[in-house]
Nanobody, 124 residues
Framework: VQLQASGGGLVQAGGSLRLSCLAS????????MGWFRQAPGKEREFVAS????????CYADSVKGRFTISRDTTKNTVYLQMNSLKPEDTALYFC??????????????????WGQGTQVTVSS
């Protein structure tokens, strides 16, 4: 099983980035996918999720209206489009896979597989 996140980098406030996470080694189509992030000195937190069952999307309040999660089953890839980035979005971003759906996928314990993380740094 592998989740390979990419697309992070350094961007100025107000800019955009698109993160990608390529999945392999498991049945991507039957897993909900999520993005989490961890800033220095802080706990890892939920960012966004997309259900395998009905493509329902959930977002943390802090990113609603700015971030969009999507998935391409033909490419075994989940994306996180991040617009209007703020310095407080600076963190290591992780993708993860879960067999659950609904509200459960807002919680880290619901996830079976995790990627290695990609760094996003937003300068002011």
């Amino acid at each position: 099983v592998q989740l390979q996140a990419s697309g992070g980098g350094l961007v100025q406030a107000g800019g955009s980035l698109r993160l990608s996470c390529l999945a392999s080694g498991f049945s991507f189509s039957i897993y909900s996918m999520g993005w989490f992030r961890q800033a220095p000195g802080k706990e890892r937190e939920f960012v966004a999720s997309i259900s395998y069952r009905d493509r329902t999307r959930c977002y943390a309040d802090s990113v609603k209206g700015r971030f969009t999660i999507s998935r391409d089953t033909t490419k075994n890839t989940v994306y996180l489009q991040m617009n209007s980035l703020k310095p407080e979005d600076t963190a290591l971003y992780f993708c993860a896979a879960s067999l659950y759906y609904g509200s459960r996928v807002q919680h880290q314990v619901a996830y079976a597989y995790w990627g290695q993380g990609t760094q996003v740094t937003v300068s002011s």
